[in-house]
Protein backbone atom coordinates (compact mmCIF):
# COMPACT_ATOMS: atom_id res chain seq x y z
CA UNK A 1 0.00 0.00 0.00
CA UNK A 2 1.57 3.20 -1.23
CA UNK A 3 -0.86 5.79 0.75
CA UNK A 4 0.23 6.00 4.43
CA UNK A 5 -2.65 6.57 6.00
CA UNK A 6 -4.18 3.50 4.37
CA UNK A 7 -1.61 1.73 5.71
CA UNK A 8 -1.68 3.03 9.04
CA UNK A 9 -5.44 2.37 9.16
CA UNK A 10 -4.55 -0.62 8.34
CA UNK A 11 -2.68 -1.27 11.24
CA UNK A 12 -5.14 -0.38 13.43
CA UNK A 13 -7.65 -2.70 12.74
CA UNK A 14 -4.85 -5.44 13.09
CA UNK A 15 -4.45 -3.57 16.70
CA UNK A 16 -7.44 -3.39 17.40
CA UNK A 17 -8.45 -7.62 17.05
CA UNK A 18 -5.14 -8.69 18.10
CA UNK A 19 -5.92 -11.95 19.88
CA UNK A 20 -8.26 -12.81 16.70
CA UNK A 21 -6.73 -16.10 15.54
CA UNK A 22 -9.49 -15.98 12.62
CA UNK A 23 -7.97 -12.24 11.02
CA UNK A 24 -7.06 -12.69 7.41
CA UNK A 25 -4.78 -10.25 5.37
CA UNK A 26 -3.84 -10.82 1.58
CA UNK A 27 -2.27 -8.55 -0.64
CA UNK A 28 -3.28 -9.61 -3.93
CA UNK A 29 -1.47 -8.03 -7.14
CA UNK A 30 -2.81 -8.65 -10.90
CA UNK A 31 0.59 -7.48 -12.49
CA UNK A 32 -1.10 -4.15 -12.79
CA UNK A 33 -1.44 -2.77 -9.25
CA UNK A 34 -2.17 -4.43 -5.47
CA UNK A 35 -5.40 -4.73 -3.44
CA UNK A 36 -5.13 -5.83 0.19
CA UNK A 37 -8.18 -7.84 1.71
CA UNK A 38 -8.72 -7.39 5.22
CA UNK A 39 -11.29 -10.31 7.31
CA UNK A 40 -12.43 -12.86 9.49
CA UNK A 41 -12.12 -16.33 8.21
CA UNK A 42 -14.78 -17.54 10.55
CA UNK A 43 -17.74 -14.90 9.82
CA UNK A 44 -17.08 -13.94 5.59
CA UNK A 45 -17.46 -16.33 3.17
CA UNK A 46 -14.53 -17.14 0.92
CA UNK A 47 -15.77 -18.48 -1.82
CA UNK A 48 -17.81 -15.16 -2.28
CA UNK A 49 -14.81 -13.21 -1.47
CA UNK A 50 -13.28 -15.31 -4.57
CA UNK A 51 -16.34 -14.84 -6.78
CA UNK A 52 -16.98 -11.33 -6.72
CA UNK A 53 -13.63 -9.30 -5.38
CA UNK A 54 -10.85 -11.50 -6.32
CA UNK A 55 -11.81 -12.87 -9.69
CA UNK A 56 -13.02 -9.86 -11.26
CA UNK A 57 -9.87 -7.81 -10.08
CA UNK A 58 -7.39 -10.11 -11.63
CA UNK A 59 -9.11 -9.64 -15.08
CA UNK A 60 -8.60 -5.30 -14.44
CA UNK A 61 -6.36 -3.43 -16.20
CA UNK A 62 -7.03 -0.40 -14.08
CA UNK A 63 -8.60 0.56 -10.56
CA UNK A 64 -11.32 2.71 -12.59
CA UNK A 65 -12.92 -0.83 -13.87
CA UNK A 66 -12.72 -2.08 -10.10
CA UNK A 67 -14.03 0.24 -8.61
CA UNK A 68 -17.20 -0.11 -11.12
CA UNK A 69 -17.15 -3.40 -10.22
CA UNK A 70 -17.20 -2.66 -6.19
CA UNK A 71 -19.80 -0.38 -6.23
CA UNK A 72 -21.95 -2.51 -7.80
CA UNK A 73 -22.08 -4.95 -5.26
CA UNK A 74 -24.54 -5.32 -3.13
CA UNK A 75 -23.99 -3.88 0.85
CA UNK A 76 -20.78 -2.60 -0.72
CA UNK A 77 -19.92 0.94 0.22
CA UNK A 78 -16.86 3.06 0.05
CA UNK A 79 -15.44 4.72 3.39
CA UNK A 80 -16.47 2.22 5.74
CA UNK A 81 -19.29 4.75 7.08
CA UNK A 82 -19.92 5.35 10.61
CA UNK A 83 -18.19 2.69 12.66
CA UNK A 84 -14.74 1.37 12.72
CA UNK A 85 -13.41 -1.09 10.32
CA UNK A 86 -13.29 -2.89 12.94
CA UNK A 87 -16.37 -3.46 14.03
CA UNK A 88 -17.72 -3.87 10.40
CA UNK A 89 -15.31 -7.26 10.41
CA UNK A 90 -17.44 -7.99 13.30
CA UNK A 91 -20.40 -8.07 11.33
CA UNK A 92 -19.01 -9.97 8.23
CA UNK A 93 -17.47 -7.26 6.62
CA UNK A 94 -14.43 -7.72 4.24
CA UNK A 95 -12.19 -4.59 4.09
CA UNK A 96 -10.76 -4.09 0.75
CA UNK A 97 -7.84 -1.61 0.12
CA UNK A 98 -7.75 -0.37 -3.17
CA UNK A 99 -4.71 2.44 -3.85
CA UNK A 100 -6.04 5.34 -1.94
CA UNK A 101 -9.73 4.03 -1.45
CA UNK A 102 -11.28 1.95 0.99
CA UNK A 103 -13.92 -0.59 0.19
CA UNK A 104 -16.38 -2.31 2.82
CA UNK A 105 -18.43 -5.17 1.40
CA UNK A 106 -20.74 -7.29 3.64
CA UNK A 107 -19.51 -11.30 3.04
CA UNK A 108 -21.22 -13.29 5.66
CA UNK A 109 -21.05 -16.75 6.14
CA UNK A 110 -24.64 -18.19 6.56
CA UNK A 111 -25.18 -20.65 8.55
CA UNK A 112 -28.53 -20.27 10.34
CA UNK A 113 -30.35 -18.62 7.13
CA UNK A 114 -32.88 -21.50 6.85
CA UNK A 115 -36.94 -21.21 8.24
CA UNK A 116 -37.41 -23.15 11.00
CA UNK A 117 -40.65 -25.44 12.12
CA UNK A 118 -43.23 -23.37 14.01
CA UNK A 119 -42.49 -25.46 16.97
CA UNK A 120 -44.08 -23.08 20.05
CA UNK A 121 -47.69 -21.33 17.76
CA UNK A 122 -48.89 -24.47 16.26
CA UNK A 123 -51.20 -24.73 13.80
CA UNK A 124 -52.94 -27.47 11.82
CA UNK A 125 -54.17 -25.75 8.54
CA UNK A 126 -52.15 -22.43 8.57
CA UNK A 127 -48.85 -22.54 7.33
CA UNK A 128 -45.95 -24.47 9.26
CA UNK A 129 -42.95 -22.42 8.52
CA UNK A 130 -41.47 -20.17 11.39
CA UNK A 131 -38.88 -17.27 11.45
CA UNK A 132 -35.05 -18.04 11.19
CA UNK A 133 -32.21 -16.64 12.99
CA UNK A 134 -31.14 -15.05 10.20
CA UNK A 135 -32.70 -11.12 9.92
CA UNK A 136 -32.09 -11.02 5.34
CA UNK A 137 -34.30 -14.26 5.43
CA UNK A 138 -36.49 -13.26 7.78
CA UNK A 139 -37.32 -10.16 5.68
CA UNK A 140 -37.76 -11.83 2.76
CA UNK A 141 -40.57 -14.04 4.60
CA UNK A 142 -42.38 -11.47 6.17
CA UNK A 143 -42.09 -9.94 2.26
CA UNK A 144 -44.22 -12.57 0.85
CA UNK A 145 -46.75 -13.06 3.31
CA UNK A 146 -47.42 -9.01 3.67
CA UNK A 147 -46.71 -7.43 0.06
CA UNK A 148 -47.58 -3.85 0.37
CA UNK A 149 -45.60 -0.98 -0.76
CA UNK A 150 -45.46 1.51 2.30
CA UNK A 151 -43.62 -1.51 4.28
CA UNK A 152 -40.94 0.49 6.10
CA UNK A 153 -37.24 -0.94 6.91
CA UNK A 154 -34.82 0.44 9.65
CA UNK A 155 -31.92 -0.99 11.21
CA UNK A 156 -30.16 -0.15 14.90
CA UNK A 157 -27.84 -2.07 17.05
CA UNK A 158 -28.34 -2.79 20.59
CA UNK A 159 -25.70 -4.03 23.48
CA UNK A 160 -22.47 -1.88 23.80
CA UNK A 161 -20.39 -5.36 23.02
CA UNK A 162 -21.98 -7.43 21.29
CA UNK A 163 -23.76 -5.12 18.64
CA UNK A 164 -26.88 -7.38 17.58
CA UNK A 165 -28.53 -5.95 14.45
CA UNK A 166 -32.01 -5.19 15.06
CA UNK A 167 -34.42 -4.44 12.75
CA UNK A 168 -37.89 -2.19 13.13
CA UNK A 169 -40.67 -3.21 10.54
CA UNK A 170 -43.74 -1.34 10.24
CA UNK A 171 -46.54 -0.11 7.38
CA UNK A 172 -46.36 3.74 6.98
CA UNK A 173 -50.08 3.64 6.00
CA UNK A 174 -51.15 2.23 9.17
CA UNK A 175 -48.65 2.75 11.57
CA UNK A 176 -48.89 5.99 13.58
CA UNK A 177 -46.05 8.15 13.86
CA UNK A 178 -45.84 8.87 17.37
CA UNK A 179 -45.73 4.74 18.02
CA UNK A 180 -43.00 4.32 15.84
CA UNK A 181 -40.76 7.44 17.61
CA UNK A 182 -41.72 6.04 21.23
CA UNK A 183 -40.57 2.59 20.13
CA UNK A 184 -37.16 4.08 18.53
CA UNK A 185 -36.69 5.82 21.70
CA UNK A 186 -37.27 3.10 23.79
CA UNK A 187 -34.62 1.21 22.06
CA UNK A 188 -32.13 3.87 21.82
CA UNK A 189 -32.35 4.05 25.67
CA UNK A 190 -30.91 0.32 26.13
CA UNK A 191 -27.64 0.78 28.08
CA UNK A 192 -25.99 -2.96 28.61
CA UNK A 193 -23.50 -4.88 27.45
CA UNK A 194 -25.38 -7.89 25.63
CA UNK A 195 -28.72 -8.44 24.66
CA UNK A 196 -29.45 -12.24 23.99
CA UNK A 197 -32.79 -13.18 23.68
CA UNK A 198 -35.96 -11.14 22.84
CA UNK A 199 -37.78 -11.44 25.95
CA UNK A 200 -34.46 -9.90 27.12
CA UNK A 201 -35.16 -7.06 24.79
CA UNK A 202 -38.73 -6.72 25.58
CA UNK A 203 -37.81 -6.39 29.68
CA UNK A 204 -34.82 -3.59 28.65
CA UNK A 205 -37.82 -1.48 26.53
CA UNK A 206 -40.34 -1.45 29.26
CA UNK A 207 -38.22 -1.01 32.15
CA UNK A 208 -40.87 -1.96 34.29
CA UNK A 209 -40.08 -5.15 36.50
CA UNK A 210 -43.78 -5.83 38.12
CA UNK A 211 -45.60 -6.13 35.47
CA UNK A 212 -48.19 -8.62 36.00
CA UNK A 213 -48.72 -9.17 31.91
CA UNK A 214 -46.25 -8.86 28.84
CA UNK A 215 -47.44 -5.98 27.42
CA UNK A 216 -45.67 -6.78 24.13
CA UNK A 217 -45.78 -9.93 21.55
CA UNK A 218 -43.51 -12.57 21.04
CA UNK A 219 -43.84 -14.96 17.48
CA UNK A 220 -42.63 -17.12 15.69
CA UNK A 221 -44.99 -17.22 12.73
CA UNK A 222 -44.55 -15.05 9.23
CA UNK A 223 -48.14 -14.78 9.13
CA UNK A 224 -49.21 -13.74 12.67
CA UNK A 225 -46.41 -10.62 11.63
CA UNK A 226 -48.09 -9.91 8.39
CA UNK A 227 -51.66 -9.54 10.73
CA UNK A 228 -49.80 -6.99 13.11
CA UNK A 229 -48.57 -4.91 10.41
CA UNK A 230 -52.16 -4.49 8.79
CA UNK A 231 -53.14 -3.47 12.52
CA UNK A 232 -50.44 -1.03 12.51
CA UNK A 233 -47.91 -2.75 15.16
CA UNK A 234 -44.48 -2.70 14.96
CA UNK A 235 -42.40 -5.60 14.75
CA UNK A 236 -38.83 -6.31 16.22
CA UNK A 237 -36.48 -8.49 14.56
CA UNK A 238 -32.58 -9.45 15.70
CA UNK A 239 -29.98 -11.01 14.14
CA UNK A 240 -29.34 -14.56 15.43
CA UNK A 241 -33.10 -14.80 16.75
CA UNK A 242 -36.22 -16.58 15.32
CA UNK A 243 -38.67 -14.74 17.23
CA UNK A 244 -40.07 -11.44 16.50
CA UNK A 245 -41.39 -9.10 19.02
CA UNK A 246 -44.51 -6.73 18.22
CA UNK A 247 -45.39 -3.80 19.87
CA UNK A 248 -48.28 -2.45 21.02
CA UNK A 249 -49.87 -5.94 21.79
CA UNK A 250 -53.16 -5.96 24.26
CA UNK A 251 -54.94 -8.26 25.97
CA UNK A 252 -57.29 -9.69 23.61
CA UNK A 253 -54.67 -10.14 21.02
CA UNK A 254 -52.44 -12.46 22.59
CA UNK A 255 -55.14 -14.53 23.39
CA UNK A 256 -56.04 -14.96 20.19
CA UNK A 257 -54.49 -18.35 17.82
CA UNK A 258 -53.34 -18.12 14.52
CA UNK A 259 -55.81 -20.64 13.79
CA UNK A 260 -58.88 -18.30 14.78
CA UNK A 261 -58.78 -16.90 10.96
CA UNK A 262 -58.77 -20.17 9.40
CA UNK A 263 -61.51 -21.92 10.90
CA UNK A 264 -65.14 -21.55 10.75
CA UNK A 265 -66.88 -18.75 12.97
CA UNK A 266 -69.01 -20.69 14.98
CA UNK A 267 -66.11 -22.82 15.82
CA UNK A 268 -63.73 -19.92 16.32
CA UNK A 269 -66.22 -18.44 18.38
CA UNK A 270 -66.74 -21.53 20.69
CA UNK A 271 -62.85 -22.10 21.10
CA UNK A 272 -62.20 -18.21 22.11
CA UNK A 273 -65.66 -18.97 24.72
CA UNK A 274 -63.47 -21.69 26.09
CA UNK A 275 -59.92 -20.27 26.23
CA UNK A 276 -61.57 -17.36 28.37
CA UNK A 277 -63.31 -19.02 30.61
CA UNK A 278 -60.05 -21.24 30.96
CA UNK A 279 -58.18 -18.35 31.79
CA UNK A 280 -61.07 -17.40 34.81
CA UNK A 281 -60.17 -21.14 35.73
CA UNK A 282 -56.73 -21.55 36.06
CA UNK A 283 -56.67 -17.73 37.94
CA UNK A 284 -59.70 -18.11 40.75
CA UNK A 285 -60.16 -22.03 40.89
CA UNK A 286 -57.84 -23.28 43.27
CA UNK A 287 -58.39 -19.70 45.60
CA UNK A 288 -62.26 -20.22 45.32
CA UNK A 289 -61.71 -23.70 46.55
CA UNK A 290 -59.70 -22.63 49.22
CA UNK A 291 -62.46 -19.88 50.23
CA UNK A 292 -65.25 -22.31 50.18
CA UNK A 293 -63.60 -25.01 51.84
CA UNK A 294 -62.27 -22.73 54.73
CA UNK A 295 -65.21 -20.38 55.08
CA UNK A 296 -68.46 -20.91 53.02
CA UNK A 297 -68.97 -24.64 52.54
CA UNK A 298 -72.99 -23.53 52.40
CA UNK A 299 -72.50 -22.78 48.91
CA UNK A 300 -72.06 -26.18 47.62
CA UNK A 301 -75.09 -28.80 47.32
CA UNK A 302 -75.64 -30.96 50.75
CA UNK A 303 -74.36 -33.87 48.65
CA UNK A 304 -71.36 -32.37 47.32
CA UNK A 305 -70.11 -30.84 50.63
CA UNK A 306 -70.57 -33.76 52.43
CA UNK A 307 -68.53 -35.76 49.45
CA UNK A 308 -65.66 -32.68 49.93
CA UNK A 309 -65.99 -33.37 53.70
CA UNK A 310 -65.73 -36.89 53.80
CA UNK A 311 -62.65 -36.97 50.86
CA UNK A 312 -61.35 -34.73 53.26
CA UNK A 313 -61.29 -36.26 56.73
CA UNK A 314 -58.05 -37.64 56.72
CA UNK A 315 -55.76 -34.55 55.38
CA UNK A 316 -53.74 -33.53 58.54
CA UNK A 317 -53.90 -29.99 57.64
CA UNK A 318 -55.79 -26.84 55.97
CA UNK A 319 -56.95 -26.26 52.99
CA UNK A 320 -54.47 -24.08 51.53
CA UNK A 321 -51.13 -26.27 52.47
CA UNK A 322 -52.96 -28.72 50.26
CA UNK A 323 -53.63 -26.47 47.54
CA UNK A 324 -50.18 -25.24 47.80
CA UNK A 325 -48.60 -28.58 47.85
CA UNK A 326 -50.41 -29.51 44.84
CA UNK A 327 -49.63 -26.67 42.64
CA UNK A 328 -46.08 -26.77 43.75
CA UNK A 329 -45.88 -30.14 42.12
CA UNK A 330 -47.78 -29.47 38.95
CA UNK A 331 -45.27 -26.52 38.59
CA UNK A 332 -41.85 -28.44 39.33
CA UNK A 333 -43.71 -31.21 36.81
CA UNK A 334 -43.98 -28.64 33.81
CA UNK A 335 -40.20 -27.16 34.69
CA UNK A 336 -39.06 -30.79 34.68
CA UNK A 337 -41.23 -31.02 30.86
CA UNK A 338 -39.10 -28.10 29.44
CA UNK A 339 -35.42 -29.00 30.94
CA UNK A 340 -35.26 -32.49 30.18
CA UNK A 341 -33.85 -33.58 27.17
CA UNK A 342 -37.22 -34.07 24.55
CA UNK A 343 -36.90 -37.92 24.29
CA UNK A 344 -37.76 -38.41 27.90
CA UNK A 345 -39.61 -35.41 29.23
CA UNK A 346 -42.59 -36.23 28.59
CA UNK A 347 -42.79 -40.08 29.53
CA UNK A 348 -41.34 -38.71 32.80
CA UNK A 349 -43.55 -36.18 33.71
CA UNK A 350 -46.49 -37.91 32.68
CA UNK A 351 -45.60 -41.12 34.89
CA UNK A 352 -44.24 -38.66 37.50
CA UNK A 353 -47.81 -36.74 37.15
CA UNK A 354 -49.59 -40.44 37.84
CA UNK A 355 -47.54 -41.52 40.42
CA UNK A 356 -47.45 -38.89 42.72
CA UNK A 357 -51.30 -37.73 42.30
CA UNK A 358 -52.27 -41.69 43.10
CA UNK A 359 -49.50 -41.73 45.80
CA UNK A 360 -50.53 -38.41 47.62
CA UNK A 361 -54.17 -39.50 47.56
CA UNK A 362 -53.83 -42.68 48.61
CA UNK A 363 -51.66 -41.65 51.54
CA UNK A 364 -53.79 -38.80 52.74
CA UNK A 365 -51.45 -35.79 52.25
CA UNK A 366 -54.11 -34.84 49.49
CA UNK A 367 -57.88 -34.97 48.79
CA UNK A 368 -59.23 -36.84 45.64
CA UNK A 369 -61.56 -33.21 44.83
CA UNK A 370 -58.06 -31.26 44.93
CA UNK A 371 -56.55 -33.93 42.36
CA UNK A 372 -59.23 -32.41 40.30
CA UNK A 373 -59.17 -29.22 40.75
CA UNK A 374 -55.35 -28.71 40.39
CA UNK A 375 -55.51 -30.86 36.74
CA UNK A 376 -58.10 -28.21 35.82
CA UNK A 377 -55.34 -25.29 36.72
CA UNK A 378 -52.91 -27.14 34.18
CA UNK A 379 -54.99 -28.19 31.85
CA UNK A 380 -56.77 -24.85 31.63
CA UNK A 381 -53.37 -22.94 31.88
CA UNK A 382 -52.11 -25.01 28.56
CA UNK A 383 -55.03 -23.94 26.29
CA UNK A 384 -53.38 -20.22 26.43
CA UNK A 385 -52.06 -19.62 22.79
CA UNK A 386 -49.10 -17.35 23.50
CA UNK A 387 -46.57 -18.55 25.80
CA UNK A 388 -45.76 -15.59 27.67
CA UNK A 389 -48.80 -14.89 28.74
CA UNK A 390 -49.01 -18.35 29.68
CA UNK A 391 -46.08 -18.09 32.36
CA UNK A 392 -47.91 -14.93 33.65
CA UNK A 393 -51.16 -16.28 34.65
CA UNK A 394 -49.44 -18.86 36.21
CA UNK A 395 -48.29 -16.58 38.41
CA UNK A 396 -51.52 -14.85 39.07
CA UNK A 397 -53.45 -17.95 40.97
CA UNK A 398 -50.87 -17.52 44.35
CA UNK A 399 -52.26 -13.92 45.26
CA UNK A 400 -55.49 -14.66 44.83
CA UNK A 401 -54.79 -18.20 47.16
CA UNK A 402 -53.33 -16.02 49.97
CA UNK A 403 -56.28 -13.42 49.85
CA UNK A 404 -58.58 -16.24 50.05
CA UNK A 405 -56.93 -17.82 52.83
CA UNK A 406 -57.34 -14.87 55.00
CA UNK A 407 -60.65 -13.11 53.72
CA UNK A 408 -62.54 -15.70 52.05
CA UNK A 409 -64.67 -14.96 48.68
CA UNK A 410 -64.20 -11.64 49.66
CA UNK A 411 -60.67 -11.39 49.73
CA UNK A 412 -60.90 -13.29 46.08
CA UNK A 413 -63.85 -10.94 44.47
CA UNK A 414 -61.13 -7.77 45.67
CA UNK A 415 -57.88 -9.45 44.26
CA UNK A 416 -59.62 -9.86 40.92
CA UNK A 417 -60.81 -6.11 40.99
CA UNK A 418 -56.89 -5.30 41.91
CA UNK A 419 -55.99 -7.05 38.98
CA UNK A 420 -58.55 -5.33 36.70
CA UNK A 421 -57.30 -1.90 37.80
CA UNK A 422 -53.96 -2.75 37.42
CA UNK A 423 -54.27 -4.12 33.88
CA UNK A 424 -57.02 -1.11 32.65
CA UNK A 425 -54.16 1.13 33.95
CA UNK A 426 -51.52 -0.51 31.73
CA UNK A 427 -49.97 0.89 28.29
CA UNK A 428 -48.00 -0.56 25.76
CA UNK A 429 -46.61 2.78 24.08
CA UNK A 430 -49.82 4.38 24.21
CA UNK A 431 -52.40 1.83 23.40
CA UNK A 432 -54.55 0.76 26.48
CA UNK A 433 -53.93 -3.02 27.19
CA UNK A 434 -57.57 -3.76 27.75
CA UNK A 435 -58.63 -2.03 24.35
CA UNK A 436 -60.64 -4.44 22.73
CA UNK A 437 -59.71 -5.78 19.30
CA UNK A 438 -59.76 -3.68 16.08
CA UNK A 439 -63.25 -5.61 14.67
CA UNK A 440 -64.98 -5.03 17.62
CA UNK A 441 -63.99 -1.67 17.83
CA UNK A 442 -64.90 -0.93 13.66
CA UNK A 443 -68.41 -2.43 14.71
CA UNK A 444 -68.34 -0.78 17.28
CA UNK A 445 -67.97 3.14 15.24
CA UNK A 446 -70.48 1.58 12.26
CA UNK A 447 -73.10 1.11 14.51
CA UNK A 448 -73.04 5.00 15.91
Known sequence: MNNSKLAQRHQDILKELPTAIDVRSRCISNGEFEIELVYLTSLCDELNIYKYVIRPFLSCTDVSTLEVILNSLPECQEGGGDKSLSQKMLHSHVIIFVMDQIYVWKANHLFNDQPMESNVEITIQGPQKGLAENNATNLNLIRHEYTSSSLNVQYRYVGEVTQRELMIINDEKYCKPGTLDAVIKSISNIDISMVQSMGQLQKLMLRKKLMLMPTMLITERPDRIAKCLEQGKIVLLMQGMPFALVTPSTFFEQMSAIDDAYNPYWFTALLIMMRYLSVILTITLPGLYVAIISYNPELFRIQL????????????????????????????????SIRLPKSIGQTATTVGGLILGQAAQQAGLVSSIMIIVTSVVAICNFIIPINALSYSIRFLKYPLILFATFLGLVGLVGGVLIYIILLANYRSFGEPYLQLPIKLRQRGNEGR
Open 305 to 336: AFTIAGSRAVVPYPSFVEVILMLFMIEALVEG
